[in-house]
């Protein structure tokens, strides 16, 4: 079974700086597809960043990034020159030819002005 | 695009009482899927529907609880009766698949169900 796992309960940002969320799985697939989804207050799920697993090139979205490391089935989230708007809960997904969505807990990351 | 919309927004009702959230996928998906999100367990799959029809249902809690999918366009997820635990924020995803490239989830707003 696929299982998903986000250590870090909470982080904590000053804007404009950087800040990594860590993120691993554990599958015996070697074809999938990893997500990361941002949850606001509003509570509304939003796409951020996708990466197939048979890329080796690393996903980027203006300002946020993954470090997609196969062999050891990590998948961080970098976000640079954070902003107040990006305060939310980032929850890491995996996806193994779309039968569904495993998310793993949740980071919640708080941007201070 | 109006994207995935759900209904209600929020729902609250007395224990015993029959609970039903629906949905409405992005035109042209062909997957639909439910989730259930609680502080506990997080985001949980229940049940996910390919063309119309239920392809795993083994998420679901218990038997008080069952999806249709009439048509493409609308989704119903029925708890009956509804126990105070079943508290919880319910989301609708649909994805649009089959074509090699992966296609991520798309989310509605979801419902806060909350059972008194």
């Known amino acids: 079974a696929q299982t998903v796992t986000q250590s870090q309960p909470e982080m904590s940002v000053q804007e404009a700086e950087t800040v990594t969320l860590s993120c691993t799985y554990d599958?015996?697939?070697?074809?999938?597809?990893l997500f990361w989804y941002k949850q606001p207050p509003s509570r509304q799920m939003i796409l951020v960043i996708r990466?197939?697993?048979?890329?080796?090139q690393n996903a980027t979205e203006n300002r946020f990034s993954v470090n997609f490391q196969k062999a050891a089935k990590s998948f961080s989230l970098k976000i640079s020159d954070s902003q107040l708007g990006d305060t939310a809960m980032y929850f890491c997904?995996?996806?193994?030819?779309?039968?569904?969505?495993?998310f793993g807990a949740g980071t919640r990351l708080t941007v201070k002005p | 695009d109006a994207g995935v919309i759900q209904s209600p927004r929020h729902e609250v009702t007395e224990m015993g009482q029959e609970v039903t959230l629906r949905c409405k996928p992005i035109s042209g998906h062909d997957y639909l899927f439910w989730y259930r999100q609680t502080m506990m367990r997080g985001l949980e799959l229940l049940i996910y529907?390919?063309?119309?029809?239920?392809?795993?249902d083994s998420g679901m809690p218990e038997d008080r609880f069952s999806a249709k999918m009439p048509n493409a366009s609308f989704s119903t997820l029925k708890i009956q009766p509804s126990e105070p635990r079943d508290s919880a924020v319910y989301f609708c995803a649909s994805s649009l698949r089959g074509r090699g490239a992966n296609s991520p989830l798309h989310f509605g707003n979801g419902t806060r169900l909350t059972v008194t």
């Open positions: 997904a995996f996806s193994y030819n779309n039968n569904d969505m495993r």
């Open positions: 990466q197939e697993a048979y890329k080796q």
């Open positions: 599958t015996s697939e070697s074809n999938y597809y």
């Open positions: 529907f390919n063309n119309n029809v239920p392809i795993d």
